[in-house]
């Protein structure tokens, strides 16, 4: 089972979320059929997106991050909520890429490097707050960074990482550590001292599976302290009452075209690849409804 722990640093100076994701990409690639690099993209967006969501006050709450770049991979979308469930899709995603010179996956060429990150919190107000900054390498960790960085004002350090061994996800997991109000620059430097500690994090998931182990190995240089525990998992909750309402907002002359054109209708989902069926007379009982 994955975990995701929400760690006190310093008595509160910082606070940390330390997540292992490994079965949640591993049933990414598997719904997906994701390539190496697409399995290291969507990965790294999905670990990202359960400890942002994670974040949020209520587990209602749900956050969508959505890398848009000039790669074959983008957009990348992904959406979570404050309990751990998420789910995410991107395109081409059994697209191979060649690997960089240093012998790593290319996940910046997959994404773009050139582009827009956008965060969109749904709290249940009457607007969603939207966040946007500009891609920075398409890596998805420091894109991350720079947007809680520069977007939300909150200094961050992140880091996200997916390990494959004969085309199979083996490990996956992220850390995010951020400073809170009244942080001491000692401290600060303490954190920043952290960063070699993050350079391969999912090397470090392959060895410490167990988040509290993780955890425990790139803090032991801090005092610390788990408070929470959540569990991360791939989670879909599209039915076919969510896809009758997409198919209701195309609007009765859509509807029309579709009945006319087609006589019916297959909807897939692009989070899950369930596919719903519409039979003529069940478009046109929708049709009715949009008419009405």
Known sequence: MDTLLHVEIESGQARALVAVTTETV????QIHGLSHTAAAALGRALTGAAILGCLQKNAADRLT??????????PVVCISDGEGSVKGCLENPGLELPLKPNGKLDVGGGVGRIGRLSVVRDMGLKEPYVGQTNLVSGEVAE???????????TPSLVALGVR??????????????????GCTEEVLEKLEALSPMLASVSDKARLFP???????????????????EQHPRYNCDCSRERIERALLSMGAEELTSLIREQHGAEVSCHFCNSRYQFTEEELRALLEKARG
């Open 26 to 29: 591993q049933r990414a690639q």
């Open 65 to 74: 991050l959505t890398f848009r770049g000039d790669g074959p991979f983008s």
């Open 143 to 153: 894109d991350l960074a720079l947007y809680l960085t520069v977007s939300e004002q």
């Open 164 to 181: 494959l061994e004969k085309g199979a996800v083996v490990s996956a997991g992220g850390v995010l550590v951020q400073p809170l109000p």
């Open 210 to 228: 167990n988040a509290y182990d993780l955890t425990e190995d790139i803090f032991r240089t801090v005092d610390h302290l788990v408070l929470e």
